[in-house]
């Protein structure tokens, strides 16, 4: 019989909906009003002028990501699998970040105007999955195993 949850099980749950809200809110605004998200988030339009093809495509990226996450937040510990999925954009996204910044390309002023929502997204999911791996099972079981 699988264990209650506790608080550090609904800690990741909630951490994993607070990252699927904001992801899903995010891409639906830049499905819905690409031109208004462009000019919305201030870096973005020092990266030349917008695209509503692209901006939407992206629009797309986020909203599977967070409803992935979504359906990861009903149950961190069985759907583990889909939180990895769901962040894994989120985390390639926020590397992307990181190395413009290593490599010159954009300054650090930028990478820390877009740090809340561009690192702190995938953080969010991976800080929801350490504690997951850290309450699975041990005795009998092999690692990630669902009762």
Not at 1 to 18: E, V, Y
Not at 49 to 58: G, K, L, S, V, Y
Not at 127 to 140: E, F, N, S, W
């Amino acid at each position: 019989m699988p264990a209650k949850p506790n608080t550090l099980d609904r800690l990741a749950q909630l951490l994993l909906l607070i990252a699927a809200v904001t992801t899903i809110a995010n891409g639906a605004f830049m499905l819905v009003k690409p031109l208004d998200w462009y000019v919305f988030v201030p870096t973005v339009v020092t990266t030349g002028p917008p695209n509503a093809h692209f901006i939407r495509d992206i629009g797309l990226a986020y909203l599977g990501s967070g409803l992935i996450l979504s359906y990861a937040a009903a149950n961190p510990a069985r759907h583990w699998r889909a939180a990895v999925v769901g962040g894994l954009w989120l985390t390639f996204h926020g590397l992307l970040h990181i190395y413009e910044v290593a490599a010159g390309i954009c300054g650090p002023a930028t990478f820390w105007a877009d740090a809340p929502a561009v690192i702190g997204q995938p953080a969010l999911v991976i800080i929801a999955l350490a504690i997951v791996y850290a309450r699975r099972p041990r005795q009998g079981q092999a690692p990630w195993s669902v009762p």
